[in-house]
């Protein structure tokens, strides 16, 4: 398949690499984001594979792949959940400081430079994919790529900014514009829309089976409600069998 990277893309995140894990630094946004991606995350996790809220393993045995990475402020977390983890980024820059974080950290994470056609032809009980669905080449054929790397009773997480008036406001007009964001981060043309993306992974053959909202309250910070207007996450699967079907997953391949 074609890469998904732009390039610009990459040299603008890999330029942020040194500094990606200071809390106040450049990435200081996606240090407050995390907690609440975390949650998501988890609450999906938890009702999909019926997992006990108070299990503090609940991806012990599972494969997770997370779709630019960065320098692993998520793929982390899902290691400490008991998942083996593959992170992708299309910067070195990143994947070199993650490499380093992780063995600080005592953590084995299989990092990887590259797009998502780094993982072609392996499978992911869980794909996590968080606000990098509007930094690719060809968000079609991307996410097609992400819905292929989802095994047989698996899911997959996106997050996106919404391509509305708040967005825009929120994120480049003071979010860039105050510095609390780095300028050129955000290109408001290329926001995916709830709609668009629910199209995007339903023609995949995966299966829309929740979306929520990512606001921002004065008082909280982030806070999942179901608002999409500034942020929003979509977690598909799989269809489940229909009769006669069989798996969905040989029938996409046949």
């Known amino acids: 398949m074609a890469s998904s ?75 400490r959940l008991g998942a083996s983890v593959t992170g992708i980024d299309a910067a070195p820059e990143n994947i070199a400081v993650a490499r380093v974080h992780a063995a600080q950290s005592g953590l084995t994470i299989d990092y990887r430079s590259g797009g998502v056609e780094a993982v072609a032809g392996e499978a992911f009980d869980l794909v996590t994919c968080m606000e990098v669905v509007e930094h690719v080449a060809d968000p079609a ?10 095994a047989p009773d698996g899911l997959l997480i996106l997050s996106t900014p919404n391509r509305t008036m708040l967005s825009k406001l929120a994120l480049i007009t003071i979010g860039e514009g105050l510095g609390q964001i780095p300028r050129g981060t955000h290109d408001w043309d290329r926001f995916v829309m709830p709609d668009e993306l629910m199209k995007l992974v339903e023609t995949a053959d995966l299966k829309v089976i929740d979306t929520r909202g ?5 008082a909280k910070g982030f806070v999942l409600s179901d608002d999409v207007k500034l942020d929003y996450f979509v977690t598909a699967a799989l269809p489940s069998p229909s009769m006669g079907e069989g798996d969905s997953r040989e029938a996409r391949a046949g």
Do not use: T
């Open 214 to 218: 990512l606001s921002f309250s004065p």
């Open 141 to 150: 054929a991307f996410v097609a790529a992400l819905a292929g790397a989802v």
């Open 5 to 79: 990277i732009i390039a610009s893309e990459a040299a603008h995140f890999g330029a942020l690499a040194d500094d990606w894990w200071n809390p106040k630094g450049p990435s200081a946004m996606l240090h407050r984001l995390n907690p609440v991606r975390l949650r998501y995350i988890r609450e999906q996790v938890d009702a999909h594979w019926r997992c006990d809220e108070a299990e503090r393993r609940p991806l012990a045995g599972k494969r997770a792949l997370d779709m630019g990475c960065g320098a692993g402020l998520l793929a982390e977390p899902l290691a």
